[in-house]
């Protein structure tokens, strides 16, 4: 009985010293960021019937489940476990291929359950950081450096990656690639192998524009609607969005005050779209305070992964922070026209539940290492 009850101080001091060593900042980054997208999707959903707000707030409660699974799960589990957590991945995908739903045209991307809606694409990301890591984790050191074990790591995200290209969806397909350079450079592979992947992509990419039936109609158009703008076609949702975020100004109209909001002017503006509303009601200040926050999250995660001393956890903090980094750039480089109409999200701005549910699943990834490194060298 002795024996028990000592070991009951040794845990709560030990889980003390958990919470203690969490990443606070990035815990407020993270809620600034949500409040971003709450209060623009309040702004979209005032005056109407719509009720984006209510569901984000409900996907977020629901959100809290996987932030906490990946917030107290060992990640010496997460590496002992990676080659059975990929062949889920991949087998989540094939799923999607023989009994998914299709929305938006005909990407055939979500899996339903009842009530219960979900993309796996989304959640293969996350997975594929893992059991990437994982893999370069269990290589020697002398193995890293070698090009035959780069080639192997594409081979291993190869499956997942051509899985979610056929459903059709080319912008997870390319996180996904990005996800894989990052990981790879960060676990120690030499450089001039992600720069041959890199041209080797962009020629593979090329080659799928130029050939027919590779791309679907609808990323063709999108790629057109780039290189030819025409707001009666391709272009038409992204001239709208410029129009909106022009108007705002430098101040903005205020909040719930955008009309060109409440005149729904941007075709679901809830989604991909969402800063066209910050820049309408927040104006340039507004989209500046956005991306100074954003600056700031990646700064902590990055931050995390610099002082990290576990290789494996390095892994997993330089692809997380790539899913961040590469949505939040695509997304707003799709906005302002500079890259195609790909569907990535804007994290914790763009409506939806599975895309929020994998942003808090990796926020409560990082504080867990974060922490767990803090504990180990206390």
């Known amino acids: 009985m002795a024996a028990t009850t000592s070991l009951k101080p040794a845990r709560t001091t030990q889980l003390f010293r958990a919470v203690t060593h969490y990443d606070w900042w990035l815990i407020l980054a993270t809620c600034a960021l949500l409040g971003f997208g709450m209060l623009s999707l309040m702004s979209i959903d005032y005056g109407t019937k719509s009720t984006y707000f209510k569901r984000q707030f409900e996907f977020l409660v629901v ?4 932030f906490l699974v990946f917030l107290t799960t060992k990640t010496a589990t997460l590496r002992k476990f990676y080659p059975f957590l990929y062949w889920v991945n991949v087998a989540l995908l094939l799923v999607v291929m023989k009994a998914g739903t299709a929305r938006g045209g005909d990407a055939q991307r979500w899996l339903v359950v009842g009530s219960f809606q979900f993309q796996p694409s989304e959640l293969s990301k996350l997975l594929i950081v893992v059991t990437l890591a994982g893999f370069w984790a269990t290589r020697r050191k002398e193995e890293i450096k070698m090009g035959r074990t780069f ?11 051509a899985l979610v290209f056929i459903q059709p969806h080319l912008g997870a397909t390319l996180a996904i690639f990005a996800t894989w350079l990052t990981v790879s450079l960060v676990m120690g592979s030499p450089g001039k192998y992600a720069f041959t992947a890199i041209i080797s992509g962009i020629l593979a990419l090329a080659i799928a524009i130029s050939v ?34 022009g108007s705002g100004g430098l101040t ?4 719930k005050k955008g009309d060109l909001t409440a005149a729904n002017y941007v075709p679901a503006a809830q989604t991909d779209f969402i800063i066209t509303v910050l ?7 507004g989209c500046t305070l956005l991306l100074l926050t954003y600056g700031f999250f990646f700064f902590r995660i990055w931050l995390i992964m610099l002082r990290s001393d576990e290789h494996f956890h390095k892994g997993l903090l330089g692809g997380v ?19 195609p109409v790909v569907g990535l999200w804007l994290p914790f701005m763009s409506s939806g539940g599975t895309a929020l549910w994998l942003c808090l699943a990796c926020v409560g990834l990082a504080l867990n290492i974060k922490s767990r490194e803090a504990v180990a060298k206390f």
């Open 252 to 255: 903005g109209k205020g909040w």
């Open 212 to 245: 027919p039936g590779i791309l679907s109609p609808y990323q063709l158009d999108r790629i057109k609607g780039l290189l030819r703008p025409d707001s009666s076609k391709n272009g038409y949702q992204v001239e709208h969005g410029l129009t909106a975020i």
């Open 279 to 285: 820049g309408e009601e927040g104006g340039l200040i």
């Open 63 to 66: 959100g809290s489940v996987p």
């Open 321 to 339: 922070l790539m899913i961040f980094v590469f949505h939040t750039v695509v997304n707003l480089g799709m906005v302002l026209r500079i890259l």
């Open 151 to 161: 080639f192997i790591s594409f081979l291993h995200v190869a499956l997942p990656m």
